[in-house]
């Protein structure tokens, strides 16, 4: 603390006698580089026993958002809900989050993004290699989240199990889909699948959350007595999907369905208090629910996960 107020001080001094510096010569140094826009690749916090880790895999700017959040909306209420929200109502930004949680016994990692090198990159940056995975959870079969599953060098997590939910994995087996056909069919000896209410491992349980894809699973997390929910692609835009959430969404495989869970599973969380972390949230993708007389506000976690020790 001391070294902090010494430095401060002398910084203070120094610019006050700024003024007085009549020798320095103008633009003494050469303009630094610009940077560009960044974002760190990973947020990690303790839950009870375990630590959580979200691992920004990849982000990109999409045009149009009503094409994607509110296909039943007016083009006036979508850019009235944006404005009010301070957000353009002609370009939004995805972010693909997935999460990683260390039991203290196993790694288990949740959803891959879009390709192995994002996941390995934040993987990387949070301390850990690929082949530490013990347990990759797949929430549901869409690109976004199984692609990083392999590459030109095969399997990415070399010495992981896979686990998902028996609707969803039955579902794509009988699609003829190339996503799944190329990512998950090769890796089908070391799947086991689950149903609602069924366990990854001890604290991790799985949830129907059903519409979004035919067997989509949201995840309950518990150690300690803290929970935290991965709520994967419940929903999808933290203003869009969850101030409007019988607003249709593109990727909703089946939208009313999608609907009816996006507003089961967020009035849980807002009712319970439990933080949750959105696949496509903004990141670190982790926030709060707050339940308005017409759906429900994204409250974002600011410290309060770092006075969990
Ligand atoms: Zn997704």
Same mark, same amino acid.
């Given at each position: 603390m001391s070294t902090f107020r010494l430095s401060r001080r002398t910084a203070l001094f120094a610019g006050a006698s700024l003024p007085f510096a009549a020798a320095l010569p103008p633009m003494?140094? &050469?303009?630094?580089?610009?940077?560009?826009?960044?974002?760190?690749?990973? @947020?990690?916090?303790?839950? *009870?026993?375990?630590?959580?880790t979200a691992l920004l895999a990849g982000?990109?700017?999409?045009? #149009?958002?009503?094409?994607?959040?509110? +296909?039943?909306?007016? !083009? /006036?209420?979508?850019?009235?809900?944006? &404005?009010? @929200?301070?957000? !353009?109502?002609?370009k939004t930004q995805n972010f693909f989050t997935p999460t990683l949680i260390n039991?203290?016994?196993? +790694?288990?990692l949740f959803d891959t993004g879009l390709a192995?090198?994002?996941?390995?990159?934040a993987l990387a940056a949070a301390g850990y290699s690929p082949d530490q995975v013990d347990v990759v959870v797949l929430t549901h079969?869409?690109?976004?989240?199984?692609?990083?599953?392999?590459? /030109? &060098?095969?399997?990415?997590?070399?010495?992981?199990?896979?686990?998902?939910?028996?609707? /969803?994995?039955?579902?794509?087996s009988g699609a003829a889909n190339e996503g799944?056909? *190329?990512?998950?069919?090769?890796?089908?000896?070391?799947?086991?699948? +689950?149903?609602?209410?069924?366990?990854?491992?001890?604290?991790?349980?799985?949830? /129907?959350?059903?519409?979004?894809? !035919?067997?989509?699973?949201?995840?309950m997390i518990e150690s300690g007595g803290q929970r935290l929910a991965i709520t994967a692609d419940t929903v999808n835009h933290y203003v869009f999907s969850m101030q409007r959430p019988d607003w249709e969404v593109r990727f909703d495989m089946d939208k009313a369905a999608g609907a009816a869970t996006r #507003?089961? +599973?967020?009035?849980?969380l807002a009712a319970?208090?439990?933080?949750?972390?959105?696949?496509?949230?903004?990141?670190? &993708?982790?926030?709060?629910?707050?339940?308005?007389?017409?759906?429900?506000?994204?409250?974002p976690v600011s410290y309060q996960m770092l006075l969990n020790g």
């Open positions: 003494a140094h &050469a303009a630094a580089e610009m940077k560009g826009s960044a974002l760190p690749l990973f @947020n990690r916090f303790k839950l *009870g026993d375990f630590e959580v982000t990109r700017t999409t045009e #149009k958002p009503q094409e994607t959040f509110g +296909l039943d909306a007016t !083009p /006036e209420d979508f850019a009235a809900l944006a &404005a009010a @929200n301070f957000l !353009p109502a002609d039991t203290g016994s196993e +790694l288990v192995p090198e994002g996941i390995t990159a079969m869409h690109g976004d989240h199984i692609g990083g599953l392999s590459g /030109e &060098a095969g399997p990415t997590f070399a010495k992981a199990r896979y686990v998902t939910g028996s609707v /969803e994995h039955n579902h794509w799944f056909d *190329g990512k998950v069919k090769p890796l089908n000896d070391k799947m086991t699948m +689950l149903e609602g209410g069924g366990t990854v491992a001890p604290g991790i349980t799985a949830l /129907e959350a059903f519409g979004h894809s !035919p067997g989509h699973m949201a995840y #507003k089961t +599973l967020l009035g849980m319970d208090r439990i933080p949750f972390i959105g696949y496509h949230m903004p990141f670190p &993708a982790l926030g709060f629910v707050e339940a308005q007389a017409e759906g429900f506000r994204f409250v």
